[in-house]
């Protein structure tokens, strides 16, 4: 067991160093490169939350990267909104649909693949309303004019974008790390874990799924915000993608599930498998294809994720 | 001054899955500091009534009143925090934490920091004889080490009312003696208890008042000698084949 805690205290000063280093590079590329890996990093750690320690399997998560990521491009376009508050809307709306949302769900029951289906089918409605609401700018999204300076959170440097998704990438995996230690957390283990035997022993379960299906939502959202300010623009295709929903559950399965450091390692996989094969084969469609079978491969030969060869404990 | 009010009042309580009247009007009194078990052949509606007191099973009719309260209809986690702790039949380990963190999540119904709770965990765990097991995966524990698990976890949730539902089922002789002791002893320590129980020599040794339920009815109450002598109880149990169990021992 010590050895063990041992490795996962290796392991996370290694993952620390790794997120030092592109501050030092001046290749725009390599960072952006960077910047990207550590969105996806602390998205699939925001999806870890309930999907990994809380077993909330969902398909849907885009759903809340989308609320976060219009809350703050709508707040500033229409309100004139200092972008900075962006990050507190953003929370505020992901968290209170994670609430509301779960409530809805685990009392009325659904759970598993029930829960799954309802999570894609809130990212699909959302997708849809935004495609047809006027303040949302109906399909052709929402632009955000350009001023760059760190009073409107708009920064030319790509090194100070890559900070700020280090900044949330931290953000999630203390929270993550909270709860392996604390008792939230632990009540959301047994809960995953059986959820009778929880209720027996006094654990309100609807409460706490519902609990970390916020926290998960909100960080989740300031993603959503992160993707606003460097990109200066939105639309329901890029807000509530699948493809988004799939990378974040993706990412943490990779790495380890319910696992605090996981998600990072899934991160840096998924990003490198995903890059190498790009590079290496032209062929129209083998790419993907290649991707996926070797993304299928690692969830086969490792169910606990990439972190197992670490040999960390499970809690690492 | 009068005789106190039970701790536990149960009322006409009843439940029907589809056609069949699983449990049908059960009258139960269990008084504060005693061992009162429920028993009955298989299908009688022991572990049924367990889940409507405990609040996992919602009753068509009846109450239940705990320490002055009506609680008829609340949830089990409302309950728990009321005082009263059910262990399962079937047992259900939290199978990916280890035994001692099974341990810990009923110790944080009572004490809120982690490391108190898991101090606390880890002492009973080792008092109930898991201290060797305290750090694998509940998932690699035998039957005993499931039941004891149980037991572990109910007991430190502190509750002032635990409901034992055949902890023993599965155990060796020697083991039965064990947790009779056990039993006892955490009786002693002012718990009360309702069990039930096919083991019927533990029965005897434990309950202070016996209930005896067959097809959902409550057909006998009595202290355990009168009970061992009741002509409806024994009619009841030679048909499930209770003599060949007290054979078995
Ligand atoms: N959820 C359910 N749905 C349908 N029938 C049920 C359900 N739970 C229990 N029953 C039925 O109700 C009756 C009473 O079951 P119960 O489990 O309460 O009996 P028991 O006295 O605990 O028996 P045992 O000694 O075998 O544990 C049985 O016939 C059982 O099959
Ligand atoms: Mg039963």
């Known amino acids: 067991m010590t050895g063990a805690a041992a490795r996962t205290r290796a392991l996370a000063l290694a993952l620390a160093v790794l997120t030092l280093l592109p501050f030092a590079s001046h290749s725009q590329f390599f960072v952006n490169l960077a910047m990207l890996t550590a969105i996806s990093a602390a998205l699939g750690q925001a999806w870890n939350i309930a999907g990994g320690f809380g077993g909330l399997t969902s398909f849907g998560h885009a759903a809340f ?24 809307a953003a929370a505020a709306f992901g968290g209170g649909a994670g609430w509301l949302i779960g409530t809805a769900t685990f009392r009325a029951g659904l759970r598993g693949s029930y829960f799954a289906l309802v999570t894609l089918a809130f990212a699909q409605a959302f997708g849809v309303l ?49 709860l392996s230690v604390g008792r939230f957390g632990a ?19 609807v409460r706490v799924k519902s609990a970390a299906l916020a926290l998960s939502g909100a960080l989740t ?51 490198a498998i995903a890059d190498t094969t790009r590079s290496l084969i032209t062929t129209p469609g083998v790419a993907p294809m290649l991707y996926g079978v070797v993304l299928l491969l690692i969830i086969g030969l490792l169910p606990g994720g990439v972190v197992r060869i670490a040999a960390v404990r499970g809690d690492g | 001054m009068a005789e106190a009010a039970p701790l536990l009042e149960v009322r006409g309580l009843a439940r029907r899955f589809g056609g069949l009247r699983a449990v049908r009007g059960l009258d139960l009194d ?49 309950i728990a925090h009321a005082g009263i702790v059910r262990t399962f039949q079937i047992t259900q ?17 009572r004490t809120r920091a982690p490391a108190a709770a898991m ?40 509750p002032r009312l635990l409901l034992l539902d055949e902890v023993m089922a599965g155990l060796t002789p020697t083991e039965v003696n064990d947790t009779v002791a056990l039993v006892r002893g955490v009786r002693d320590r002012g718990v009360t208890i309702l069990l039930t129980e096919h083991v019927m020599q533990a029965v005897m040794a434990l309950a202070d008042r016996i209930h005896v339920l067959a097809e959902g009815a409550l057909i006998a109450t009595g202290p355990p000698r009168q009970i061992a002598a009741d002509p409806r109880v024994v009619e009841a149990y030679l048909g499930a084949g209770a003599a060949a169990r007290l054979a078995d021992g």
């Open chain 1, 65 to 88: 990267f989308g609320l976060g990521a219009y809350a703050d491009a709508i707040l500033q376009t229409r309100y004139g909104l200092n972008p900075w508050l962006g990050l507190p």
């Open chain 2, 93 to 109: 380990p939290f199978a990916g934490l280890s035994v001692a963190e099974n341990i810990r999540i009923g110790a944080f119904l």
């Open chain 2, 119 to 158: 101090e606390q965990a880890r002492a009973l765990g080792s008092e109930l004889g898991l201290a060797a097991l305290l750090d694998r995966p509940a998932a690699a524990l035998t039957v005993a080490g499931r039941k004891r698990l149980e037991l572990a976890r109910a007991l430190a949730a502190g």
């Open chain 1, 221 to 271: 959202a300031l993603g959503g915000v992160l993707y606003v300010q460097s990109y200066l623009y939105i639309d329901p295709g890029i807000a509530f993608s699948a493809e988004r929903s799939v990378e974040m559950l993706l990412v943490a399965m990779i790495g380890g599930a319910g696992t605090v450091l996981g998600p990072l390692l899934g991160a840096l996989v998924v990003h």
């Open chain 1, 187 to 205: 009540h959301l283990l047994a809960v995953r874990e059986n959820e009778d035997a929880a209720r027996a022993l006094g654990v309100p379960a």
């Open chain 2, 30 to 78: 269990v008084q504060a500091g005693t061992i009162v078990a429920l028993i009955g052949p298989n299908g009688a509606g022991k572990t049924t009534s367990f889940a409507m007191i405990a609040g996992f099973v919602r009753p068509d009719a009846g109450s239940v009143r705990f320490a002055g309260r009506d609680i008829t209809g609340w949830v089990p986690e409302r």
């Open chain 1, 130 to 178: 935004a495609n047809s609401l006027d303040i949302t700018g109906g399909g052709s999204g929402i632009l955000v004019a350009l001023h760059p300076g760190a009073g409107r959170f708009q920064f030319t440097d790509r090194r100070a974008g890559y900070a700020l998704a280090v900044a949330l990438l931290a953000l999630a995996t203390l929270a993550a790390w909270r």
